[in-house]
């Protein structure tokens, strides 16, 4: 046996015994202390440094590291193993914020006309009155139950689970032999589940509970639904616990591939995703263990990683997953704090990165259903895009990189309080102004300010088409740093952090690539069934990011399609209304399947017309100026 | 919160900490300590006494305790609660047998002839070499092993469940996707399930797991078999654990209603069975986690107890169960040690007292096959009957007791080591000899043995019709006891026990009710369907009882209908054999539900006809001398 070790965190009420060779994020787990690790513990961005104060460590990788940190006991807590009793200092984590703004993330839906939940809804609900037992009418609980429940209703074969015949002859008996049936009815092979047995009759009216689920690689959002009225009842979203353990799916896929890293990361999203739950019920005043039906949504990777299916394959050629179309579960199999028996519909997906998210987001976008061509987008962590109409639909997925979600952008940060997200630039004076969430002093630039300001340093001559800034200009807030040119957007007076907030040419470098794979997706797509990108009729955009956006700014780093801006339409999160939809009509839910698998995916990395493609798009707006001949990039250059 | 008290035990190791207000058997189980409660802890039996030699103890009951016994300290632990600080000796308790000899249980079974395991079977077992994915194909893990699996066989709707799909990726690679996959075939639906993947390919000729159990009151019998070849290839039986909580059926329904007693019988029965799984397996030389199928046969308080369905209203007017036909399972379900997403078959049950054990014993027996009017007899802990043919069936239970299992005989005991289990009295002198099953000195008289010694006593006067002794014969064996009349077997000296192996009045009694029990059980039947005994062209009797009795001597004290000897057939445990057909052929599997819906099951307990029957039939062999024309009682009466 390994030798154990003491190891002080000074920010853990006591030190933790761990044995020799342990990894100090773990020994900090054990503390109770969760060090961050964005990188999905791979030592690539350095974000997890401690300081050991004393004591023996050994360092596989000081990668982000200068001479002068090792020197001061800088340690990366994911590339370092625990060789002797260790203090340890762990700076302020890059604090995950904790809740989201209800009005920002709230998906706006309305009860599709004519819902029926009698002829739509899967779960029903059946008030019984039985006749009771007798020496002349010794028929078993559960032959008596199913014969009344035929009596009521054309039902296929009746199946009922073990829970249920467990309180069959209980709940029977409380209330005189009145009881309520739920039932879950397979519409493909027409068999009914008795999923759900409650004491006496209900009313019509009564609410009967569904929750549409939809989980992102950055945040999970829960509806909780009434499926006999069809309406949104409560609420709820809040960043993925996966967070701390990487950023990206990628990230996490290398995560889940360490010992007991798919526990760890299936745990961390369960538990983000009870909670919702809890705080949708107490809007809605009810209780999870009342809800019977949940339908999640999610990317391809999202799915793997909540169900334990190991994601590696998504990451590795041929980049394929376990399975896209995934069997119906129980809320206990997958693990949600929902009614035991309750069923759980995993949306089905393309591809490894064209999930269950889009095909949803197809659903409840329209585009399925139009004659008009159409281009849907869902910017978010990754960028995936459809072309299409009712005929036909072609989709891809670009690693754009989380740039626009302020990851890999010096001082980007997500959309939250005290987060720039919109700029102007005086084209005269070069001098910026801004405008923050919450009206506070700025901690940094979300996703849409980096649009903008990429977009307004372009228009003023602040950069050249190549995102090179221009030195010649008379202003301070051009200036040469660590990391070659960078701006000032706001000076360290002004702010809450008490730095300046600058963005630098490494910045611009990666936000251009992520609007250049997004851009190439789109010509590839196009070219693939031969529609150039000028005959696309309108530009539906889905993704919480998606709602922020300043179409003309887009326009003018080339993110979006130079068309008018009436074409294009923001839909808010198409996945979470899509899970809506399917969570009240069957025959959506069908729907979204058939359209999954309509979609023919084409494969980016597999195909050089994309590369082609995005190299000629690493410029601002393009190399081919004809494609944007409404930008005008300002300035001398 | 209750005081806590501290109770030693004079066996346990250490004092056991209890609130004020456990019951005794309680705090015995906490301190490692099996009290056995044959009567289910509810007084009745009294063999639950223990001496408490200091504290404070409130007596619910005291029923089977003189006033001189609670003067020493005795209680009855299953009616005495805590209430200070206890010291406790436990007598040695009436050790149960811990192995039963395995020539005595094993089932002779073979192969039904033309058994075909790709047609009768519906575990199938696949081997597959898949294409690997690439670039050209990315078709997921799931729709890849879809695909080459419809490119072998002929199915219909093909589901995987999520422990599969967790392993799936994994064992794809793991022998370069070369894979053997077990389905588990639904033939009423056609549907097909995935039940297990393993890496590489698998000879056809290898063996193909399953087990036939038969759970019954007193025995549980597990019977290992290759669905390949069809061949039993190991058996092992063993007493069923939970006799420790009740003899009898209704006992365990009441224990079961305790508190948590309905968790404790179900781990019981399951630790029996898992035992014995193990043990088959090891004779089978192949491991539980292998075992794809198993048939469960046994009567419906065993099915409710083992599945935690709560058995009450079983016991109960109108007598009913929860279920008689119940789902498919899965292992991990029923908490079977097999493979946990293996199958778990329940055969169904006709009725409260005539469960899976006799639908499964009527198909093994082929009485649903034959023209021949057949009386099919299982007399275990309860006595079950069907009288009838290929055309019509109808059954019942007498309640006749565990009376020839040796319970409620003072010497009686179960078929075991030290047992008498055939006794002769010379009509001469009236003294007796007996055989002892493995050559030892007698312990008891097992049920055979009751039998032969009734009828041997009323073949030579020593009993009359009214099973009262003829205490003018001249014998030091009979004599005045405390209990009546009584019998001497067996003297003190030539005892292993150590005192008179005797049998009384009150024993006599009891027997003469069993038999009088079932023959009215035959009476009825017959009566019911105008069938008189004399018409019944063969009796077949099941059970593992049925194989030791003496027909001769049965029907001299009339407990089974007087006629020719070649038309009584033995068949042994046929209601393991049914299970074992079950498990072969899913069209015998489909018959035993066939057979089990076919019989008309008749309630005795409504039946005055019955009473009538059962009064006439307390009488050695019957009031009605001229349904027992070859009986001749000896003696002088």
Redesign the interface.
């Known amino acids: 046996m390994a030798t154990q070790y003491s190891v002080s965190f000074d920010i853990a009420a006591e030190p933790v015994e761990v044995p020799g060779g342990t990894l100090l994020t773990d020994a900090a787990q054990k503390a109770g202390i969760e060090i961050n690790q964005p990188c999905g513990g791979q030592g690539r961005c350095g974000l997890c440094a401690v300081q050991v104060t004393s004591g023996e460590v050994r360092r596989r990788s000081t990668m982000r590291l200068s001479a002068e940190d090792v020197e001061q006991g800088y340690a990366l807590a994911c590339q370092t193993i625990v060789e002797g009793d260790l203090s340890v200092i762990v700076p302020p984590q890059d604090k995950i914020q904790q809740h989201l703004t209800t009005g920002q993330s709230a998906a706006d839906v309305s009860v599709p006309p004519g819902y029926d939940p009698f002829r739509d809804q899967t779960i029903q609900r059946i008030s019984l009155e039985l006749k009771p ?3 002349e ?7 008596r139950l199913k014969k009344a429940l035929r009596g009521k209703a054309d039902l296929g ?1 009746i ?4 829970p249920v ?2 309180k ?3 709940v029977l008996r409380e209330d005189n032999w009145k009881v309520t049936v739920i039932i879950y009815r397979d519409v ?2 027409g ?1 009914v589940e008795v999923i759900d047995l409650l004491p006496g009759l209900t009313s019509e009216g009564d609410p009967l509970w569904g929750t549409a689920i939809d989980i992102g690689t950055t945040t999970v959002k829960v509806m909780l639904v009434d499926l006999i009225s069809g309406e949104e009842k409560g609420q709820a979203s809040e960043y993925n616990g996966q967070i701390a353990r990487g950023e990206d799916v990628i990230s996490r896929i290398i995560y889940a591939g360490k010992e007991s890293g798919d526990q760890v990361l299936r745990e961390l999203v369960l538990d983000s995703t009870n909670q919702l739950i809890k705080r949708a019920c107490k809007r809605g005043k009810t209780k999870p263990d009342r809800i019977y039906k949940t339908i999640l949504a999610g990317n391809s990777t999202m799915m793997h990683l909540l ?4 994601p ?2 998504i990451r590795l ?11 119906v ?1 129980t809320a206990e ?1 997958v693990g949600l704090n929902t009614y035991s028996q309750g069923k759980v519909i995993c949306l089905p997906g393309v ?2 990165y064209v999930g269950a998210d889009i095909s949803a987001g197809v659903l409840s976008s329209g585009m399925a259903d139009t004659e008009k061509i159409t281009l849907f987008l869902d910017v978010g962590t990754n960028g995936e895009m459809v072309l299409g109409s009712q005929e036909w639909l072609v989709t891809c997925a670009c690693s754009a990189g989380p740039a626009f979600e302020g990851a890999g952008v010096m001082h980007g940060m997500r959309a939250t309080t005290g987060a720039i997200d919109e700029v102007w630039i005086n084209e005269d004076n070069l001098e910026i102004s801004w405008r923050v969430i919450g009206n506070e002093k700025p901690k940094g630039l979300c996703g849409s300010a980096l649009i903008s300001l990429l977009a307004e340093m372009l228009m003023t001559g602040v950069i050249n088409k190549s995102g090179r800034f221009d030195f010649s200009l008379d202003t301070p807030r051009i200036r040469k740093g660590s990391h070659g040119g960078e701006y000032v957007v706001s000076w360290a007076d002004e702010t809450e952090i008490g730095e300046d907030i600058i963005i630098t040419e490494v910045d611009i470098d990666n936000l251009m690539r992520a609007k250049a794979a997004i851009f190439a997706g789109f010509t590839v797509l196009g070219d693939s069934v031969g529609v150039p990108l000028e005959s696309v009729e309108q530009v539906l955009i889905g993704g919480g990011f998606g709602q922020f956006i300043n179409v003309e700014k887009a326009i003018q780093i080339g993110l979006l399609p130079d068309m008018p801006w009436d074409r294009f339409q923001f839909l808010g999160n198409t996945s979470l209304k899509g899970a809506y939809l399917a969570l009240l009509d069957h025959h959506d839910k069908d729907r979204v399947a058939e359209i999954a698998s309509r979609m023919t ?1 084409i ?1 980016l ?2 195909d050089n017309r994309f590369f082609d493609a995005f190299t000629s798009a690493m410029f601002l707006p393009h190399t081919d100026k004809s494609l944007f001949p409404t930008v005008n990039p300002g300035g001398k250059s």
């Open positions: 037992p007798s020496m009418d010794q028929t078993s609980d559960l032959a074969l199946s009922v689970s073990l015949l467990q069959l002859p209980i493909e092979t068999a169900l334990k299916i190991p590696a394959s050629a041929p980049y394929i997953t376990v399975a896209n179309h995934l069997p579960l199999e591809a490894s995916y494969e990395s597999a």
